[in-house]
Nanobody, 123 residues
Framework: VQLVESGGGLVQAGGSLRLSCAAS????????MGWFRQAPGKEREFVAT????????LYVSSVKGGFSISRDNAKNTVYLQMNSLKPEDTAVYYC?????????????????WGQGTEVTVSS
């Protein structure tokens, strides 16, 4: 199984980025997918999740209204659109494939992880 994130980079506060995560080696359409992030010196935290059909997006409260998770099962890809970025959004962002079809918020509920893509938001 491989999960490969892309789309990270340096952006000014208020800007936007779109992260992508391409999956292979698993039945993508049977898996809920999620995004997590880890800021320097902090623990990894849940950001967003979406169920296997692309419904029921769920977000951590700090990104609601600014971030949007979506997926394309035909392309085995999950996305994270990030708008109105803030310096506190600076982190390494990881996508992950869950153990089942529904939405999950805890890291232990995800069995496969990507290597991460770095997002830096300057003030």
């Amino acid at each position: 199984v491989q999960l490969v994130e892309s789309g990270g980079g340096l952006v000014q506060a208020g800007g936007s980025l779109r992260l992508s995560c391409a999956a292979s080696g698993l039945t993508f359409s049977n898996k809920a997918m999620g995004w997590f992030r880890q800021a320097p010196g902090k623990e990894r935290e849940f950001v967003a999740t979406i169920d296997s059909r692309g419904a029921r997006p769920l977000y951590v409260s700090s990104v609601k209204g600014g971030f949007s998770i979506s997926r394309d099962n035909a392309k085995n890809t999950v996305y994270l659109q990030m708008n109105s970025l803030k310096p506190e959004d600076t982190a390494v962002y990881y996508c992950a494939a869950a153990v089942g079809r529904y939405y999950y918020q805890r890291a232990y509920e995800y069995e496969y992880w990507g290597q991460g893509t770095e997002v830096t938001v300057s003030s």
